[in-house]
């Protein structure tokens, strides 16, 4: 079990690394409530049928985290956050297909 961001140090997130809802709370020092409206807003699909049995990987993790940056330190709302994620990750694809 991770208890904290600094027990991350070294551990590759991919698809294959998991975390519960508790744990990403943890991770990302976020309440379940925003992690579920992060949900709700589909940003990250988690595995599972309930929040107590949601599964979240290594890259939903990432997603997350930088949702919450761009909500704390910009003042987007989650709707706009949600774009300038897009927005950010096809700025990326278009990077790593042209380089």
């Known amino acids: 079990m991770i208890t904290k961001s600094s027990d991350?140090?070294?551990m590759v997130l991919d698809e294959q690394v998991e975390f519960t809802l508790l744990e990403l709370c943890r991770l990302c020092d976020a309440r379940a409530r925003h992690?579920?409206?992060i949900?709700?807003?589909?940003i990250v699909q988690p595995a599972g049928?309930?929040?107590m049995r949601?599964?979240?990987t290594g890259v939903m993790m990432?997603?997350?985290q930088i949702v919450l940056r761009?909500?704390?330190d910009l003042e987007i709302n989650l709707p706009g956050a949600a774009m300038v994620l897009e927005l950010l990750e096809e700025m990326d694809y278009l990077r790593h297909r042209e380089g």
């Open 49 to 51: 049928t309930t929040p």
């Open 8 to 10: 991350l140090a070294g």
């Open 35 to 37: 992690i579920a409206e």
């Open 62 to 64: 990432k997603r997350i």
């Open 39 to 42: 949900v709700d807003e589909g």
């Open 54 to 56: 949601w599964r979240f």
């Open 70 to 72: 761009l909500e704390r």
